[in-house]
């Protein structure tokens, strides 16, 4: 077995949604109840709601403990003006262990679109640091990482590079992923091979932790393949056969999520720093597909 990377599991996963509205009657807990839809993903929104492990709470925007959050969110220039413009706050918090996750976020979620549609608010999603796409659109009953759950951002690196981070792993008690030192034209190969890592490391921590639901430590290896496969399986796609791995190397590293510590670096096999690994590796191993950009 090669070197591994010990995953220390949290006993418990915070998410939080902010509904930002103009709107400052809250419902209340049993308004909210009944406001939300038939099915599966309700019920188990229904049952939080009566437990303290899903909580709504409200202020002024100007006394909100999240405002501070508002600049660094990801979105459309128009939506993200309208949320910070909004007067009111209203917060779901879901306390969930990582073997919970993702239904009790989806249940969270939910809570989020109802309050959204009651008040006429928008959502930001502050473990994803980013904005729903539609606030007020149905809720899937089928979890999909590419449905708004993970963001990527991409911000300059010294010299002629950029780098990228993941926000949205944590939330599942998995830490986030992280490249530097991109070239600018790779932009699209670096962000497509962090949301296909991200989608093989939960898929995978999903069924460890359904086969070990207690267990305080996981060992992850340090020198994983990425099946190029898991590029398209992110989007919901079933793909061919596309063939041999990428291999690639994980760092333990500081993260840039405001929520988390320590992040996983991707770099080359071995570690080393390789200038045209992008390039001359990654680059022509990507497969296409229309929405992976």
């Not at 969110?73 to 917060?91: D, Q």
């Not at 063939?243 to 929520?259: I, Q, R, T």
């Not at 996983?264 to 096999?269: C, F, G, K, Y």
């Amino acid at each position: 077995m090669g070197a591994t990377l010990s995953l220390t599991i949290p006993e418990s996963t915070t998410t939080r949604f902010l509904i930002a509205t103009d709107d400052r009657s809250a419902p209340g807990v049993q308004r909210l109840r009944d406001a939300l839809p038939a099915g599966g993903l309700a019920r188990t929104a229904r049952d939080l709601l009566a437990s303290p492990l899903l909580l709504v709470t409200g202020c002024r925007a100007a006394d909100s403990p999240w405002a501070c959050r508002l600049p660094g969110l990801g979105g459309g220039a128009a939506e993200l003006a309208a949320l910070r413009s909004a007067r009111h706050h209203l917060v779901v918090t879901s306390i969930a262990t990582p073997a919970a996750q993702p239904r009790h976020a989806q249940a969270a979620r939910l809570v989020a679109r109802t309050l959204a549609a009651i008040t006429g608010g928008r959502v930001a999603d502050l473990a994803a640091n980013q904005l729903l796409t539609d606030p007020t659109g149905t809720e899937s009953e089928r979890f999909a990482l590419h449905d708004d759950w993970l963001g990527v951002f991409v911000s300059p690196d010294p010299g002629p590079n950029l780098r990228a981070d993941t926000a949205g792993l944590h939330r599942f008690g998995l830490p986030e992923l992280l490249v530097r030192g991109v070239p600018y034209g790779r932009l699209l190969t670096a962000v497509n091979v962090l949301r296909g890592l991200a989608f093989r490391l939960l898929a995978d921590h999903r069924a460890w932790l359904s086969a070990a639901p207690g267990a305080g430590d996981r060992q992850l290896p340090a020198d994983p393949d990425l099946d190029l496969g898991d590029i398209l399986r992110y989007w919901g796609t079933d793909p061919p056969d596309l063939g041999g791995p990428l291999p690639l190397h994980l760092v333990p590293s500081p993260a840039d999520c405001p929520e988390c510590g320590t992040g996983l670096r991707i770099t080359p096999p071995g570690g080393q720093a390789d200038l045209d690994w992008w390039d001359r590796t990654v680059a022509p191993a990507m497969p296409v597909h229309p929405e992976a950009c």
